[in-house]
């Protein structure tokens, strides 16, 4: 394993271009736990969550996700306070689709008139015209898909949203979207110890679709004291995060790993984790460990 000496660390994660002409560092930032328990409602120190965020920027990330049901709101609005105005390589991701009726309630809504009005709310909370990538955040099993991209194809073509992507989708979910709009990325569950999406990645590496893992860093069983992750962690002076980190960005050069967290210390440590460069043995090692 050699590590690349970077003053910005996540800058050498390299750079994936979204939609072929949004380039950002492929380690990004993901804003949902800055909200309180259960993703709702504020913090319990806002002035932290901006001095993570701030951090976050100086550490070379170029690329934050964020959602309009974290908070609701709290994170957007979070982000606006600790970023804006935003500079010009900062891509500003968010979703919108899952509404919330309480701390740990999700639930998808999918209606045309629903997703429009939060698109023009996450507009108002973050501070632009433009949103630079608009997810939906699930599919609405009760809405029509074509209803449901198709409006985020108006706010497209009204210049409201730059590129739309999707999440928690399968192959054959990613193959509809694309017929109803121009989909330049997916965010699905995705880490080293759960794979069950493989067949979406390889999809969307063929097809330069931006791959985006949630919940990236999860090890499990893995990262056991003595076990697999473990054992390479202590020979190369990494922490089983840091590892798994650096074997999503190895995976596929699509693949935009989002870890978020409320503490200065683990940013920092994630950040790091772009600088590692796994071996040949040490990706295959850590690919079978799961």
Known sequence: MSTNLHARPAAASGTFALGGDLPVHRLGYGAMQLTGPGVWGDPKDPDEAVRVLRRAVELGVTFIDTADSYGPFVSEQLIR????????????????????GGPGDWRPVGRPEYLRQQ????????????????????????????????ELVLLQQEGKIRHIGVSQVSVEELRQAREIATIVSVQNLYNLANRADEDVLEYAEQENIAFIPWFP???GELARPGGPLDAIAKENGATPAQLALAWLLRRSPVVLPIPGTSSIAHLEENADAARITLTDKEFEALSAAA
């Open 217 to 219: 860093i999860a090890t």
């Open 81 to 100: 306070k600790a970023l804006h105005p935003y500079a010009d390589d900062l891509v500003i991701a968010t979703k919108g689709g899952l509404t919330r």
């Open 119 to 150: 698109t023009e709310l996450s507009l108002r909370n973050l501070g632009v015209e433009q949103i630079d990538l608009y997810q939906l955040h699930r599919i609405d099993p009760q809405v029509p898909l074509a209803d449901q991209l198709g």
